[in-house]
């Protein structure tokens, strides 16, 4: 799969019409499974079914933050190849897709984000950000490429293919013991509510939230999100650091998929448990004085995307003659047109207008650079030397 990137500062949508067409046929299961849940009222439903749809949601949440996002996405952790295939079969039954799917483009996510090389930037509209990325044609196929290391292992390649195998036996398993109570209520509408929970990341974490560091992209940090993600929700702390296995930085910042890991450390099943370098937390943020570009970024687009198509219009409207012009005196029309032609702009106008957008963004990114190193200790000089990059 390629991607295309484009200076930051420039304006215009991230996808063609044609890469960014929805697949109606192959989004047929996804609509159809919203609408199994309204089954349920059609069969008996008692409280193991509720109870069921609970346990699902909050396991097979903790294989897509634990396993998809924090582990084959991001390798926050270690752990051996037997519980590093059961939290990828684990995802599978979240019907997300295959693990190697998953984090081949989350990872491009991280390499674009909120650039036009973003698979899911809200800067294309809250329905892309949220779902309509997932329906499109261009992100069907699993980049292998860009998961070369998870990708080396048979059995997760073999999972991918087989990627449905998870949620059938899940479903079975559900009407089986269940019946069709646990089906419709206990799979099929915990899996939409994972669903649309695991897309709020995508979507409103980069709209809805405070920012506590200046990064490069719009992320925010929500304890709603956080409390239905298993918290996902402190976005803007992951894209600091996002090789961090905590998301929750502070002792309040609730973070049920850490603590599970901290858990499993404990029973030796994970190992090697990346935290976040003490040093860099009080670094970077926007209360310190750290110039947030990601904020800027975003403010600045959407003005230079208006002025553009301001320009754009101006250039293939006349302007309209003045009332004085319309009266008995009014020059010929040759002179209007000439006038006319005056006010058009030029492409030497618009490429020198792009090369200020880019100027005013380069600008913007050196001046982050030299703030976002201000500590919050009040005796700490404003500036400390990096020894490191913030974020990896």
Known sequence: MTTATRSPGTPGPA????EARTDWVSAIPFFLVHLAPLAAFFVDVT???WVLCAVLYVG???????????????????????????????????????????????????????????????????????????????????????????????????????????????????LAFFGWGGLLIGFFLSTVLLWHGTFLVNSMAHILGRRRYATADTSRNSFLIALITGGEGWHNNHHYLPSSIRQGFRWW?????????????????????????????????????????????????????????????????????SPEASGPTAPPLAEVADATASTTVSDDQLSTLAGLISKALESADALAASTRRRKANKGAPADVEATEPAAE
């Open 60 to 174: 097979r949440m903790f294989c897509i933050t634990a396993g998809y996002h924090r582990y084959f996405a991001h390798r926050t952790y270690k752990m051996g190849r037997v519980p590093q295939f059961l939290m990828a079969f684990g995802g599978t039954t979240a019907l997300q897709k295959g693990p190697l799917w998953w984090a081949s483009h989350h990872r491009i996510h991280h390499r674009y984000t909120d650039l036009d090389g973003d698979v899911h930037s809200p800067r294309d509209g809250f329905w892309w950000s949220h779902v309509g990325w997932i329906l499109s044609t261009k992100y069907k196929d699993t980049d292998l490429d860009g998961i070369k290391d998870f990708a080396a292992y048979p059995e997760l390649r073999w999972l991918e293919r087989r990627s449905w195998i998870g949620p059938w036996a899940l479903a079975l398993f559900c």
């Open 253 to 321: 910042e609730y973070d049920p998929t850490w603590y599970a890991l901290k858990g499993l450390a404990a029973l030796h099943i994970v190992r090697d448990l990346r935290n976040p370098p003490a040093r860099l937390l009080d670094q970077a943020k926007v209360k310190d004085g750290a110039f947030d570009i990601g904020m800027f970024r975003s403010y600045w687009e959407r003005a230079a995307k208006v002025t553009g198509e301001r320009i754009a219009d101006l250039s293939a409207r006349p302007v309209p003659p």
């Open 15 to 18: 996808h063609s019409a044609d």
């Open 47 to 49: 409280w193991q079914d």
